[in-house]
């Protein structure tokens, strides 16, 4: 599985983004037999939990300081998981990464960046106060 992260920019504080993770290649049964999750990283950090959504998107997760704020949301028709970012604080700068594990059935969501199998490049983000 390939995947692409696209939407990244700059903004100003209290403006919005939508990230977009587009899947392509080889996939083992569809794309939408897979969990994705956002995760993001800003210079001199570790990785962070942003969100994540379960292989039909019944079900979605969030780090408690993006929850009201960033929705995460797919569209398997289209091979794409998106995040919508609203409400930008100059502390969400960062390299934002999505992520891809296959679970088929699997309603849990997990918030750790080691139990994803496939990543895709990062897209920046950057918030001006």
């Known amino acids: 599985v390939q995947l692409q992260a696209s939407g990244g920019g700059l903004v100003q504080a209290g403006g919005s983004l939508r990230l977009s993770c587009a899947a392509s290649?080889?996939?083992?049964?569809?794309?939408?037999?897979?969990?994705v999750g956002w995760f993001r990283q800003a210079p001199g950090k570790e990785r962070e939990f942003v969100a994540s959504?379960?292989?039909?998107?019944?079900?979605?997760d969030y780090a408690d300081s993006m929850k009201g704020r960033f929705t995460i949301s797919r569209d398997n028709a289209k091979n794409t998981v998106y995040l919508q970012m609203n409400n930008l604080k100059p502390e969400d700068t960062a390299d934002y990464y999505c992520?891809?594990?296959?679970?088929?059935?699997?309603?849990?969501?997990?918030?750790?960046?080691?139990?994803?199998?496939?990543w895709g490049q990062g897209t920046q983000v950057t918030v001006s106060s």
């Open positions: 992520a891809a594990k296959y679970a088929y059935g699997v309603t849990s969501l997990s918030q750790r960046y080691t139990t994803y199998d496939y």
């Open positions: 959504i379960n292989w039909n998107g019944g079900r979605t």
């Open positions: 290649g080889r996939t083992f049964g569809s794309f939408g037999s897979y969990a």
